[in-house]
């Protein structure tokens, strides 16, 4: 009697550490970095100029995208690199209102505040409109930013043509955006490391 449970107690041991090793084999195989990381493609124009913001301001440094970059707005959506045209978002829920703030611009359903001035929809028989994946709507400022969207921001009196002509013309690079890096220590979702990944699994925090 005794020897068949001394048995019993060891056959449940045993199968006890194989559940746990296969539930860490399994974390370790299906593990995901959770890190958010995502582009979008876009482009101002107003009076039929393209914005170009040529100016470092606009870009976020690479030093600021550093340990605690949650933490920091502007680590949440940004661009880097002088390119002008692609947002890099590292967050989740993150707007084309939170972008343009970022840079420095207001941007509402009615209103733009850029470095040159505030552009209000209505003024001097002006418009503000947007075009959003080929679609005119009527507001953008509150939605969050979808990977690989492509977003046309147009202010002045634009026809229809001229704002269809001016969205086919933004380079639609953000899924290759998607599959890089950002510059440095902004990190995105590199790739962890064998320790990290087994770390992860077991559920050790570091
Ligand atoms: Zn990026
Ligand atoms: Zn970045």
Known sequence: MRHISK??????????LAGILWFVMVRF???ESDAVHYHANF??????????????????EVA?????????PKARG??????????????????????FAN???TFGNDILKTDKGHFVSGEDAKELRFILNGKDVDSVANQTIRSEDV???DFGTSTDPELQSRFQSITRDAAD???????SSCTGDKPLTFTERLKKSIGINS
């Open 7 to 16: 048995k019993l107690i060891l056959v449940a041991l045993i199968s006890f």
């Open 29 to 31: 195989i299906m593990y």
């Open 43 to 60: 482009a101002v124009y107003v009076d039929g100029q393209r914005e170009t913001f040529d100016n470092f301001t606009f870009y976020e």
């Open 64 to 72: 600021s995208c550093g340990a605690d970059e949650l933490n920091n």
């Open 78 to 99: 940004h661009m880097h690199d002088n390119i002008s045209h692609v947002v890099h978002v590292h967050d989740y829920g993150v707007t084309w209102g939170h972008f």
């Open 103 to 105: 840079i420095g611009y």
């Open 151 to 153: 977003l046309l921001i």
């Open 177 to 183: 955006y998607n599959k890089r890096d950002d510059p």
